[in-house]
C-alpha cells in the first residue's frame, strides 16, 4: 500500500467530530480541554492552529502534524516561528489530498512509539493524519484537531476508538 484514498461516500462522516467538540476560539478551546491535556498519556496535535494555541498555552504536544496551511491559505510566520519549538525533532514527508501516505502513517507510528518529541511536516494536506494519530498512539492519549469555523475536537484514545477508526480506514480505497 503507497496510499489510502479517501472515497467520496466516506467524506461526510467525517465532517461530524470523531471526539468531543469544545466550541470557541484556540485558547478558549485549548482551556476548556486543559484537564484532559495534562492528564493524557500523550498528546498529539493535528493542525497547525491547533498546535500553535496549544503551545501557546504551555501545553507541549508529544506529536505535530501540521502543513504551514490553516483553511488552505499560509499560516503567519509568527505560527510557524511558534511550531519551530526548539523540543521538537522535525522530520518531512508527502502527502496528497484526500489520502494518507505509507509514508506518513509510518512517521506517525514511529513517533508514538518513542520519547521524543517530533514535528511531522506534511508537503500536501495533513487533515486525514488525524486517523493513523488516533490509530497509534498509546491507550490513554488525546488527539487534538481542529472542526473549521467551529471550535477543536479532542479524541480520547481507547480501544473502542482505535476498532472504529480501523474499520473506517479499511473503507479507504487503497493504491499502490
Request: hydrophobic share 45%; proline share 5%; glycine share 6%.
Amino acid at each position: 500500500m503507497r496510499l489510502l484514498v479517501l472515497p467520496d461516500e466516506l467524506r461526510n462522516y467525517l465532517k461530524e467530530p470523531l471526539g468531543r467538540l469544545f466550541r470557541g476560539d484556540g485558547l478558549e478551546c485549548v482551556t476548556a480541554m486543559e484537564k484532559e491535556l495534562i492528564s493524557a498519556k500523550k498528546v498529539i496535535a493535528v493542525g497547525d492552529m491547533t498546535a500553535f494555541y496549544l503551545l501557546k498555552a504551555n501545553i507541549v504536544p508529544d506529536l505535530l502534524v501540521v502543513d504551514n496551511k490553516t483553511k488552505r491559505m499560509p499560516v503567519s510566520d509568527h505560527v510557524v516561528d511558534t511550531l519551530g519549538h526548539q523540543i521538537y525533532r522535525t522530520v518531512w514527508v508527502k502527502n496528497p489530498a484526500a489520502t494518507i501516505s505509507k509514508d506518513l502513517i509510518d512517521l506517525i507510528q514511529q513517533s508514538l512509539q518513542g520519547t521524543e518529541h517530533v514535528k511531522i511536516i506534511v508537503e500536501g494536506e495533513e487533515d486525514l493524519a488525524t486517523l493513523p494519530a488516533i490509530l497509534y498512539a498509546p491507550f490513554g492519549s488525546v488527539v487534538v484537531y481542529g472542526q473549521p469555523n467551529e471550535g477543536s475536537v479532542l479524541v480520547d484514545v481507547t480501544p473502542e476508538k482505535k476498532l472504529h477508526i480501523e474499520e473506517f480506514m479499511k473503507q479507504m480505497i487503497v493504491e499502490e
